[in-house]
């Protein structure tokens, strides 16, 4: 990694860097006597940091990222819980964000804390920051959210051409994804080469509001995915087990055996081809590495929520 003379990082010459995958991520506990840190973290290199919120603070348990440009930081999301006490996520940013100016000291480092979407379990933290000096919380509503990036409020409707985002060298590609949400944006970090696509891809539930913009969205990040370097394709959620096919069940506060965050582009690939093919079927269709809730009905909403409750009730007694 080169660095010049005047103490800037160069975030171009050697992109994509080659990070570190190699974590165990926590996924909750199996009893109350047990404890879990609210946060964790991993550094994937020196200016890219992950982050996961503790099923033991909420079981959504989404992923948060940290990237570190050279005039100020984006953190992507703020987690599923608002109470600092709970979820110290300022707290833990502050320390990350210190430790980096010790290694790069600079006056007046930024931060922008934007979104993957406006679901909830992504943008609650955000009230931790609003006091926060030189930060900037880009708003969580759709038309807002891509005015500040300057996609336009047509950019939605036009399949997501990128605009840049520059932190200070170290430049994103931001393009607008809709389909699980309105407001859904997708992130390619070209120091790193990863695709931070929110909700939209990962190993999961992949819940779809909008159709016809998902099938459009997904479109657009193959051909996206096949015009750049992409290292990693990184979501927000664990939700698969390392069994092909089979998933966590909803609400579970205990995940053994998930399976790993990242997926490639060629299960990006994957998951448009599927789309594809069931686009005139609204229903539930499982794959080996994500499973596609089409605009589901009542009958399959009542099974994820039964197979829920049933899980929570055998979990119960061995949370006593």
Partial sequence: MAVTRDGEVDFETEAPVDGSLDVVWRHGVRARWQQEPPVQTHWYDPHTVLLRQSKTVNYEAPFLFLLFGNERALLL??????DPAAFPLRATVDGLVDQWLAAHPREGYGLVVAHTHAHGDHVAGDPQFTDRPGTAVVPKEADAARDFFGLGSDAAALGSAPVSFDLGGRVLDVLATPGHH???LTFYDRWTGILFTGDTVLPGRLY???FPAFLTTMRSLAEFAGTHPVTHVLGCHIEMARRPGRDHPLGATFQPGERA??????????IRDAAVSVADRPGVYRFDDFVIYHEPGKRETRRLLARARWRKALAAPLRG
Avoid: C, K, N, Y
């Fill in 77 to 82: 999301d703020s987690g599923a819980t608002g």
């Fill in 208 to 210: 779809v509001a909008d």
């Fill in 182 to 184: 309105d407001s859904s």
């Fill in 261 to 270: 965050l990242q997926m490639t582009p060629a299960q990006l690939v994957a």
